[in-house]
């Protein structure tokens, strides 16, 4: 069975993979123009590419001599998800944080007033 979470991350991992979906996320374009704005040889971007391909993020096609790309938005929905669960629980935490402060602060201000001369 294939990861697909780990095969997303990963691809997600190098930043001029991260671009390429940044620029596709405008809309499709062809893979020259998304060469363009990178100092790298024209292999190098299609191993890219093909990196992005395979985690499912992009989609490739031909138009003659054309090859247009097309950002996918499931696998980075999957990604979202994975998140969404672990953002939950850091607010969760966060909020029994805050709850927990509250309460020192609290009980703090009402033992200064108790005893105003010990602080």
């Known amino acids: 069975m294939q990861d697909h ?5 990963a691809a997600l991992a190098d930043p001029t993979r991260r671009a390429i979906l940044a620029r596709l996320s405008l809309g499709e374009t062809f893979v020259t123009d998304l060469a363009e704005p990178f100092d790298m ?7 890219h590419l093909k990196v992005l391909e395979k ?3 992009i989609s490739r ?5 054309w090859r247009p790309c ?3 938005g499931a696998p980075l929905k999957e990604v979202a998800q994975w998140v969404e669960e672990y953002r939950r629980f850091w607010a969760e935490s966060f909020d029994r ?3 927990y402060l509250a309460k020192v602060q609290a009980e703090e201000k ?6 105003p001369r010990k602080h």
């Open 5 to 9: 979470l780990s095969t997303t991350f």
């Open 41 to 47: 040889s024209m292999p190098a971007i299609t191993k």
């Open 55 to 57: 985690a499912g993020l």
């Open 61 to 65: 096609s031909r138009d003659a001599q």
């Open 70 to 72: 097309k950002l996918e």
């Open 97 to 99: 944080l805050d709850a």
């Open 110 to 115: 009402k033992s200064k007033k108790r005893n």
